[in-house]
């Protein structure tokens, strides 16, 4: 089973979601910006995907600024606290496969947790190539 952590207002988010429907799977999608996050399910996703909580902090188009989040004195924990409180601060989309846990910026890094490839070519919403005709990783 393939789960994605989901922002439809995200290209990223989106590019992920596509790459994965073209390879042939129907991913599990959670929309965490409805549902929210719980405290055991970020740590056990940071964790897995071998990210602190710094690294999982959305900057842009986020409330991390306006929050004081951005000193890199301000601990991990009160980064938590403020990723429960506002889910968009999470940076996304992280996606969960057999083969592990990753936070899919680029997009393209989904393709090391699938099996299989989309045939290609495959292209980008912003038409940048990610597999070529061959189906041969471009970028």
Same mark, same amino acid.
């Given at each position: 089973? @393939?789960v994605?952590?989901? &922002?439809?207002?995200?290209?990223?988010?989106? &590019?992920?979601?596509?790459?994965? /429907?073209?390879?042939?799977?129907?991913?599990?999608? @959670?929309?965490y910006?409805?549902?929210?996050?719980?405290?055991?399910?970020?740590?056990?996703l940071f964790?897995?995907?071998?990210?602190?909580?710094? %690294? %999982?902090?959305?900057?842009?188009?986020?409330?991390?600024?306006?929050?004081?989040?951005?000193?890199?004195?301000?601990?991990? *924990?009160?980064?938590?606290?403020?990723?429960? *409180?506002?889910?968009v601060?999470? &940076?996304?989309?992280?996606?969960?496969?057999?083969?592990g846990?990753?936070?899919? /910026?680029?997009?393209?890094?989904?393709?090391?947790?699938?099996?299989?490839?989309?045939?290609?070519?495959?292209?980008?919403?912003?038409?940048?190539?990610?597999?070529? %005709?061959?189906?041969? /990783?471009? @970028?």
């Amino acid at each position: 089973m @393939i789960v994605i952590h989901h &922002n439809p207002d995200c290209g990223t988010s989106r &590019n992920v979601l596509a790459l994965v /429907r073209a390879a042939g799977y129907e991913p599990h999608v @959670i929309p965490y910006l409805e549902t929210g996050w719980t405290r055991p399910q970020l740590l056990g996703l940071f964790a897995a995907a071998d990210l602190s909580p710094r %690294a %999982a902090l959305r900057i842009t188009k986020s409330p991390a600024e306006a929050l004081g989040l951005l000193d890199p004195s301000v601990p991990g *924990e009160r980064l938590l606290d403020a990723m429960l *409180e506002h889910p968009v601060l999470v &940076n996304r989309p992280l996606v969960c496969t057999p083969k592990g846990v990753r936070l899919c /910026r680029p997009s393209e890094f989904v393709l090391d947790l699938l099996d299989r490839w989309p045939e290609g070519p495959v292209y980008k919403e912003d038409g940048q190539m990610i597999l070529d %005709a061959m189906g041969h /990783r471009v @970028i």
